[in-house]
């Protein structure tokens, strides 16, 4: 008597067919569970479905037809920072990036979100990756801020009256100051005997509200013998669009990237934000089936360094002068985990003479802000502000560095939550400039160490 086995029918994936997360990725979980105490909403809500194993399960059932994209599998993988954590606490080499990026790109196509939604994520992606928008607002903004506008509407609560993410967008603004109109020459001479010819990424929100941290780059860099060349042509990385599903647009933003850099000829592609780092290091994988780009993209990709990488690489030139201060450094997500840079800050700080370097507990868990985040999800991402910001108070540090500017302005509305004066707040690289250029512990927490753009052009 023949011996048949009834087959169940295989449905259709919930996922359509252009770059739907890959089963080789999916199957490389074993569901072990070292990656749940990582996690930062596991930690916060202890829900599987808001672990990296729980989302890998879900994005497993929609694969293979038995999960349908909707509302429900969407507020999960919302839900997730995006901080990589899992990445490094997985024994099994896991790339979750590959995984919750593409199914947010899936979501994005195929699950419509509510006329709100969509109205606030397109103000979002219509003015951070644009430098000359950013610009525009930067003046209204100064107003608001030199007026003391703003501090009357803290001190009065008026800003809990808005909504909450426009509330959490006011929480997190950035001191505006004369430097957001400022630029860096496109080439800057190296000091001494040239040893690199590097590229640099000036950023979007980087270069208009953080330019102190993009002109300090350009110093340490050329005092170490780099010639540095700033492209003119460089647009936005392309991060947050990675991150937010919006494929079609990083995929266009890293090409005119790679065409930007390939034309400056440079050896090493530095980069001072962690976010952008991480993603400009993966464009091979973003764009890995372009007939005309996939091969340029992974020697750009091989090219991209943070700027902690590189000054490590590089045997010390400049003196480094003491500094007689405690600082506590903050490890950025996209730093730490996604791009595995760990080692190299902390050795760049150790070769400042006389200063301490507190860790802060917890050093792995993320601290909300997460790219947009805080943003879009404030209430989780004020509950990990808040966390970290509990943890940061245990080291009785008098500044506290990382190195992503998003990092630190997310620290300092948590500490003003908390009712607390902000802590001085440093990117690494602001820290070695001035240890280089020989300035005292008291004039770095004065905030008196910034040198006009131009300095050494």
């Known amino acids: 008597m023949p011996h048949t086995i009834a087959q169940e029918e295989q449905r259709p994936s919930s996922f359509d067919a252009h770059h739907a997360p890959e089963k080789q990725y999916i199957d490389d979980c074993v569901h072990c569970g070292f990656c749940l105490p990582a996690c930062p909403t596991y930690v916060l809500w202890g829900e599987e479905m808001d672990s990296p194993r729980g989302r890998i399960y879900m994005i497993k059932k929609a694969t293979e037809g038995e999960a349908p994209l909707d509302n429900r599998f969407r507020e999960h993988m919302d839900n997730c920072l995006g901080c990589m954590a899992c990445m490094t606490a997985c024994p099994s080499g896991v790339e979750y990036n590959k995984l919750i990026e593409p199914t947010r790109a899936q979501i994005e196509r195929n699950l419509p979100r509510s006329a709100s939604e ?28 030199k007026s003391g506008l703003q501090a009357l509407v803290r001190a009065l609560g008026i800003q809990k009256l808005l909504p909450k993410r426009f509330a959490a ?4 603004l950035p001191e505006v100051s004369k430097g957001v109109f ?3 020459p496109v080439t800057i001479k190296p000091q001494g005997t040239p040893r690199r010819r590097v590229g640099m990424l000036s950023g979007c929100v980087q270069q208009v509200f953080f330019s102190h941290v ?14 540095v060349v700033i492209p003119r042509e460089q647009p936005c990385c392309g991060a947050l669009m990675v991150h937010s599903g919006m494929e079609a647009d990083a995929i266009a933003l890293a090409k005119k990237m790679i065409s930007a850099f390939e034309a400056a000829k440079v050896d090493t592609i530095v980069i001072n934000s962690a976010g952008c780092g991480s993603t400009m290091k993966e464009y091979g994988h973003l764009l890995r089936d372009d007939p005309e780009f996939a091969d340029r993209a992974m020697a750009f990709s091989a090219k991209c360094k943070d700027i902690s990488e590189i000054l490590c690489e590089l045997e010390p030139r400049a003196q480094r002068h003491p500094l007689k201060l405690r600082i506590a450094y903050h490890d950025a997500c996209h ?26 507990p917890e050093s792995s868990l993320c601290c909300g802000s997460a790219g947009v985040y805080n943003l879009v999800e404030p209430d989780t991402a004020a509950q990990l502000g808040d966390r970290k910001v509990e943890n940061l108070l245990t080291t009785h540090a008098q500044a506290v560095l990382s190195a ?11 500490l003003r939550r908390r009712g607390m004066k902000e802590m001085p707040a440093f990117h690494l690289v602001e820290l070695l400039d001035a240890s280089m250029r020989g300035l005292t512990a008291e004039e770095i927490l004065r905030h008196d160490m910034n040198q006009p753009a131009e300095t050494n052009g």
């Open 214 to 227: 993009n002109a300090a780059t350009a110093r340490v860099l050329t005092a170490e013998g780099c010639e």
């Open 169 to 172: 967008m006011e929480a997190l």
């Open 404 to 414: 992503n500017p998003g990092c630190l302005l997310q620290l300092m509305n948590g």
């Open 335 to 360: 730093l730490q985990h996604a791009q595995g840079v760990r080692a190299q800050p902390r050795k760049l700080l150790a070769g400042i003479p006389e200063l301490a370097v507190a860790e802060i």
């Open 182 to 184: 400022s630029k860096l």
């Open 118 to 145: 969509k109205l606030f994520r397109k103000l979002l992606f219509a003015t951070f990756p644009h430098p000359g928008r950013l610009r525009m607002l930067a003046m209204p903004l100064w107003g608001y801020q």
